[in-house]
C-alpha cells in the first residue's frame, strides 16, 4: 500500500510559507495542510497556490478549536474562502462552522472539496461515541470526514485505529488520530488501517498540532514497513 501524508505548515507570513509549501513538496507530501489563522496578512496566497502542484487544504483555526485566529467568525470564513478563490483545493471545517450548511454550499460552489473535522482535545472517548461523532458529521456529506482525539494513555491508539478499521468500507472517507506524544503511532499506523492520509509536520519543531511526526521520519517509518 502507498500510505499518504499530509503536511501541516504554518507560518506568519506568506513568504515564509510559499518556501515551506515548496519544500513540503520536496519531501514527496501528497497534500499540504495550510494553517491561515498564524498569518498576518492572507495577501500572497495565490503564489503559494501556484508555487506548488499538490492539493491545498485550507485551515483557520479559531482560539476555541485551540487555533490562533482571533477575529470574527465571519472574517475566520472569509479567510477560507479567500483561499479557495486563490485555488485551494479542500477546506477543513469544523463541525461547529456557525451556518454550516450554507458555508459548505458556498464553497462547493466556488470549487472546494470539504473536510469536516470534530476535535475532541481532552480525551479519547469509547467507540460508540466517535462512531456517534462520525454519523453526526457524516450528516452534512462532506468530501471527507476527519476525526481527532487526545491521547491520555497508549490504549488510546488502539481505540482510533479500531475506528478506522471498522469504517474502512465507509461512502466517505475518513481521517482519525490522536493527538499528543501517547497518540504518535494511531498518526503513524492510521494509513495502514484505513485513513484516507495521515498529518505530519515539516520537520521537528515545525509542528502544527501535539504529536506531529516529521515527514522524512514518517516516510523512514514506511519504507521500513514496505508500506510505500
Same mark, same amino acid.
Given at each position: 500500500?502507498?500510505?499518504?501524508?499530509? @503536511?501541516?505548515?504554518?507560518?506568519?507570513?506568506? /513568504?515564509?510559507?510559499?518556501?515551506?509549501?515548496?519544500?513540503?513538496?520536496?519531501?514527496?507530501?501528497?497534500?499540504?495542510?495550510?494553517?491561515?489563522?498564524?498569518?498576518?496578512?492572507?495577501?500572497?496566497?495565490?503564489?503559494?497556490?501556484?508555487?506548488?502542484?499538490?492539493?491545498?487544504?485550507?485551515?483557520?483555526?479559531?482560539?476555541?478549536?485551540?487555533?490562533?485566529?482571533?477575529?470574527?467568525?465571519?472574517?475566520?470564513?472569509?479567510?477560507?474562502?479567500?483561499?479557495?478563490?486563490?485555488?485551494?483545493?479542500?477546506?477543513?471545517?469544523?463541525? %461547529?462552522?456557525? /451556518?454550516?450548511?450554507?458555508?459548505?454550499?458556498?464553497?462547493?460552489?466556488?470549487?472546494?472539496?470539504?473536510?469536516?473535522? %470534530? %476535535?475532541?482535545?481532552?480525551?479519547? &472517548?469509547?467507540? &460508540?461515541?466517535?462512531?456517534?461523532?462520525?454519523?453526526?458529521?457524516?450528516?452534512?456529506?462532506?468530501?471527507?470526514?476527519?476525526?481527532?482525539?487526545?491521547?491520555?494513555?497508549?490504549?488510546?491508539?488502539?481505540?482510533?485505529?479500531?475506528?478506522?478499521?471498522?469504517?474502512?468500507?465507509?461512502?466517505? &472517507?475518513?481521517?482519525?488520530?490522536?493527538?499528543?506524544?501517547?497518540?504518535?503511532?494511531?498518526? @503513524?499506523?492510521? &494509513?495502514?488501517?484505513?485513513?484516507?492520509?495521515?498529518?505530519?509536520?515539516?520537520?521537528?519543531?515545525?509542528?502544527?498540532?501535539?504529536?506531529?511526526?516529521?515527514?522524512?521520519?514518517?516516510?523512514?517509518?514506511?519504507?521500513?514497513?514496505?508500506?510505500?
Amino acid at each position: 500500500m502507498n500510505a499518504k501524508i499530509c @503536511v501541516s505548515i504554518s507560518s506568519t507570513d506568506t /513568504s515564509e510559507l510559499l518556501g515551506r509549501a515548496q519544500r513540503a513538496e520536496r519531501l514527496s507530501a501528497d497534500l499540504i495542510e495550510v494553517r491561515l489563522d498564524k498569518l498576518r496578512s492572507d495577501r500572497g496566497l495565490s503564489k503559494v497556490a501556484r508555487s506548488v502542484e499538490k492539493p491545498l487544504i485550507a485551515t483557520n483555526r479559531s482560539l476555541s478549536e485551540k487555533g490562533s485566529f482571533d477575529g470574527s467568525e465571519t472574517d475566520r470564513l472569509k479567510d477560507l474562502v479567500g483561499a479557495v478563490e486563490d485555488g485551494f483545493s479542500y477546506v477543513d471545517l469544523e463541525l %461547529h462552522t456557525s /451556518s454550516l450548511v450554507s458555508t459548505i454550499e458556498m464553497l462547493r460552489k466556488k470549487g472546494a472539496r470539504i473536510i469536516l473535522s %470534530h %476535535h475532541d482535545f481532552f480525551q479519547t &472517548p469509547s467507540i &460508540p461515541r466517535l462512531e456517534s461523532a462520525k454519523m453526526e458529521l457524516e450528516k452534512y456529506r462532506p468530501d471527507l470526514c476527519k476525526i481527532v482525539t487526545t491521547a491520555k494513555s497508549y490504549e488510546d491508539n488502539l481505540t482510533v485505529l479500531n475506528l478506522l478499521n471498522k469504517n474502512r468500507q465507509a461512502t466517505i &472517507p475518513l481521517v482519525s488520530f490522536a493527538m499528543g506524544n501517547a497518540g504518535v503511532w494511531s498518526r @503513524v499506523m492510521a &494509513p495502514y488501517y484505513g485513513a484516507a492520509f495521515t498529518y505530519a509536520s515539516l520537520g521537528r519543531g515545525l509542528e502544527t498540532a501535539p504529536g506531529q511526526p516529521a515527514v522524512s521520519d514518517l516516510r523512514r517509518v514506511y519504507q521500513t514497513l514496505g508500506m510505500e
